[in-house]
């Protein structure tokens, strides 16, 4: 069995910064794409940034500049580093990563979300 584990939420001041981790653990056999998504009360889940396995990064346009997606392989761990942080980034984030388990077979996984609010 697969698990994805999520930790460094919280509150924070807006300008503060926080970072996310996210731990893939279990019967797995390769982590490729990563990815961290949020959810705000009403709203959709949307993507906050992705990163494949040979690094390669991608951010949507309201975090860019401000957030930072990074990955560590021999972990298999993700890390969202965020900045500058606005009450608008205000939501539950999700880590999700496409795994290949011990089977060969390949699955989307989520994490079970971490609180990030930005108030002062």
């Known amino acids: 069995q697969v698990q994805l584990v999520e930790s460094g939420g919280g509150l924070v001041q807006p300008g503060g910064s926080l970072r996310l981790s996210c731990a893939a653990s279990?019967?797995?056999?390769?982590?490729?794409?990563m990815g961290w998504y949020r959810q705000a009360p009403g709203k959709e889940r949307d993507l906050v940034a992705g990163?494949?396995?040979?690094?390669?990064?991608n951010y949507a346009d309201s975090v860019k500049g401000r957030f930072t997606i990074s990955r560590d392989n021999a972990k298999n761990t993700a890390y969202l580093q965020m900045n500058s942080l606005k009450p608008e980034d205000t939501a539950v984030y999700y880590c999700?990563?496409?795994?290949?388990?011990?089977?060969?077979?390949?699955?989307?996984?989520w994490g079970q979300g971490t609180q990030v609010t930005v108030s002062s």
């Open positions: 999700n990563a496409n795994i290949y388990d011990r089977r060969g077979v390949p699955d989307d996984y």
């Open positions: 279990g019967s797995l056999f390769s982590v490729n794409a």
């Open positions: 990163i494949t396995r040979g690094g390669s990064t």
